[in-house]
């Protein structure tokens, strides 16, 4: 490996790995903020910066108390215990699930930051390069494949339980596979019905404009596709 040496335990390797800890986090962080996404550079660099100093703290310890310190216990601790941090950068709005690529990048920084703190920073700068570059170039390939899916969801609001009914119906009278629904009561009179569906459409239908004839069924306020 290019960086074999780099795990020998010297002040200048140590600045090394420092360095390129704040470096690869800084990458991962700003490759995220470009996107106006959660979990920034400070954030990632900060996250990919602790995990290093925990790391380098564990082998400085393994070396000081060889018989008393197991150097994969921190490790393992920084892996379970940054799940706090990527959590807060989920959020659930209108049933949309949001921030989940975030918190996982923030939980691969981790992993990165403790791989260069232990010296193998070969595997921490492919998995990054490995990890932005599918940050581009996987939702290309989604977007192609999900454009040729039959299955669509939707967000609908309606009038009441009556329309709901007859919403499900005329999906399926129209010949769509109803996969699943959720129905949210309105918390206080007078408000709207809220519907997530997810159906299954056939070959010749277009789901955009299938999606709008639906707003047509009586008491049904929108249709939102997700």
Same mark, same amino acid.
């Given at each position: 490996?290019?960086?074999?040496?780099?795990?020998?335990?010297?002040?200048?390797?140590?600045?090394?790995?420092?360095?390129?800890?704040?470096?690869?986090?800084?990458?991962?962080?700003?490759?995220?903020?470009?996107?106006?996404? +959660?979990? $920034?550079?400070?954030?990632? @660099?900060?996250?990919?910066?602790?995990?290093? #100093?925990?790391? &380098?703290?564990?082998?400085? /310890?393994?070396?000081?108390?060889?018989?008393?310190?197991?150097?994969?216990?921190?490790?393992?601790?920084?892996?379970?215990?940054?799940?706090?941090?990527?959590?807060?950068?989920?959020?659930?709005?209108?049933?949309?699930?949001?921030?989940?690529?975030?918190?996982?990048?923030?939980?691969?920084?981790?992993?990165?930051?403790?791989?260069? +703190?232990? $010296?193998?920073?070969?595997? @921490?700068?492919?998995?990054?390069?490995?990890? #932005?570059?599918? &940050?581009?170039?996987?939702? /290309?390939?989604?977007?192609?494949?999900?454009?040729?899916?039959?299955?669509?969801?939707?967000?609908?609001?309606?009038?009441?339980?009556?329309?709901?009914?007859?919403?499900?119906?005329?999906?399926?009278?129209?010949?769509?596979?109803?996969?699943?629904?959720?129905?949210?009561?309105?918390?206080?009179?007078?408000?709207?019905?809220?519907?997530?569906?997810?159906?299954?459409?056939?070959?010749?239908?277009?789901?955009?404009?299938?999606?709008?004839? &639906?707003?047509?069924?009586?008491?049904?306020?929108?249709?939102?596709?997700?």
């Amino acid at each position: 490996m290019f960086f074999s040496s780099l795990t020998e335990w010297t002040p200048f390797h140590v600045l090394i790995r420092i360095l390129v800890s704040l470096l690869l986090g800084s990458l991962i962080g700003i490759d995220r903020g470009v996107k106006k996404r +959660g979990a $920034g550079s400070r954030t990632d @660099a900060a996250v990919c910066l602790g995990s290093t #100093l925990i790391m &380098l703290t564990a082998q400085y /310890m393994y070396m000081e108390f060889p018989e008393r310190i197991d150097i994969s216990r921190m490790a393992s601790q920084v892996i379970s215990g940054v799940g706090f941090l990527g959590a807060g950068s989920i959020l659930v709005s209108r049933h949309q699930v949001k921030g989940l690529t975030s918190a996982a990048g923030v939980w691969v920084c981790a992993c990165v930051g403790l791989s260069v +703190g232990i $010296g193998f920073i070969d595997g @921490a700068v492919i998995v990054t390069l490995v990890l #932005l570059f599918s &940050l581009h170039v996987l939702p /290309m390939i989604e977007e192609r494949v999900y454009h040729y899916s039959r299955y669509m969801t939707l967000y609908v609001e309606v009038d009441d339980g009556k329309a709901v009914a007859r919403l499900i119906h005329k999906i399926k009278s129209d010949g769509c596979k109803v996969d699943m629904y959720n129905v949210e009561n309105p918390k206080a009179a007078g408000q709207s019905f809220n519907v997530l569906v997810t159906a299954c459409v056939r070959k010749n239908m277009n789901k955009d404009t299938y999606a709008q004839s &639906l707003a047509e069924v009586d008491g049904v306020i929108s249709v939102d596709g997700l």
